[in-house]
């Protein structure tokens, strides 16, 4: 924790309504919604937005969902997963068409949040969609200062559950400075050289940077994902105040 | 306000009954989900201490053993999570901020605001007037156990009529302080005071 962790906002976060450009399918179970804002400020990678659907009744649900896209871009992309027997993300994966508003405010969150101007190095552990914000920081990183020093530790069950695959294999290949290390804890092809099993203090060890050189770690996921990976650090001797957390709770729906 | 614009093709798969009663915004759980900022602190309790001061000064402090011997409260009450659940019914028990201040030999709080301090440095800021009256207790268990780490045990501020942020896990220090200041998540974007029932959820709302 430091003084600087927030940047001012006085202004109230309005609700606005948001058009939806496109919907791109990611995984079984994950969607990311591209939205054009009426109007936008900009964020930080790490903020969300709380999305709020209302029936003909009158009747309203509201939900968090962390922005996967950097302040570079004009247009919010929000990467949404299915919670079953959840009320707003399935209407968000089954329902919800490209054109359609969406009713929306943020950017909200001053904790969890990173940019180019605090530099690095910056370890990212992601649970599944946990991957969610942290995807909004190295994007931002990789479109203004990719030699800051910085590694993800991505833990997936499968690797068709792998968010952004693609996109994340670009990144890193040619990027000296990114270090990418996933590790699958259900299934895994026969020819898998990558990690197995869920994220143990070596693994974390190994790709976390030297308590010398000051890292700053972003943890997302999963209560207990984030619960067991935030003790080890502390365990290896990291400062507390450098391992900031989000938790995923099994019932945000 | 205007009327917010209708989601094409959304229904409520929820009756209307389960979020009728709970704040705006709110939806139901039944699991108890986990927040907090960073790692959770292992704190034993034959380390922990409890203090409420008057500014730089002490007005009372006990040990784990001395705070359990101390009048217990138990309260049942609804729970609400700026992060939208909603939790009814919960049972929790602890020293009544009421209690404390009669322990320390005082008939009324000596300033208008409270700041909670604790372990990890996370603080938060509460009127006295939200406080007193049998609105806020330092529990220490949870559904008749201890307060597991998670949520914040060995003590944590509870003030159930505020959003849950205020409170506050891994307490520490209650401070009297005669001026409102902006505790950890406050001065992070969320709101001064935090009322779920006039979703007072960020700055400005």
Known sequence: MTATDAPLQQHSIDWQTGRVQAIVTETSRVKSIILQPARWSGHWPGQHVDIRLTADDGYQAERSYSIASPPEEQLLTLTVERVED????????????VGDALEFRGPIGRYFIWNQTRGGPICLVAGGTGITPLMAMLRHRKMSRPNIPASLIYSARSLADVVYWDELDTMARGDLNLRLVYTLTREHPSDWNGHLGRVNEVLLAEN?????????????????????ISSMLVKLGFDP???????FGPTGA | MDRPPVSRGFKSKRHRSETAG???????TTDFPVLSAGPTP????TDWKIALQLGGSLLGKWTWDEFEALPQTTITVDIHCVTKWTKLNTVWQGVSFDDLLKVVGLSEPPDAFVMAHCDGGYT?????????????????????LPLAPAHGGPARLLVPHLYFWKSAKWLRRLR????????????????NYGDPWREQRYDGD
């Open chain 2, 42 to 45: 292992a704190i034993r309790v």
């Open chain 2, 22 to 28: 709970l704040p705006p915004g709110q939806y139901l």
């Open chain 1, 208 to 228: 976390s940077f030297t308590r010398e050189q000051n890292p700053t770690f972003f943890i997302c996921g999963p209560a207990g994902f984030v619960e067991s």
């Open chain 2, 124 to 144: 938060t800021n509460l009127p006295v007037a939200d406080l007193v009256a049998g609105k806020a207790v330092v529990a220490t268990r949870y559904d008749g």
């Open chain 1, 86 to 97: 959840g009320e707003v993300s399935p209407y968000l994966l089954d329902e919800l068409r």
């Open chain 2, 176 to 191: 009297f302080m005669p001026r409102d200041e902006p505790g950890f998540w406050e001065s992070r974007g969320y709101h």
């Open chain 1, 241 to 247: 105040f450098t391992v900031k957390t989000e938790r």
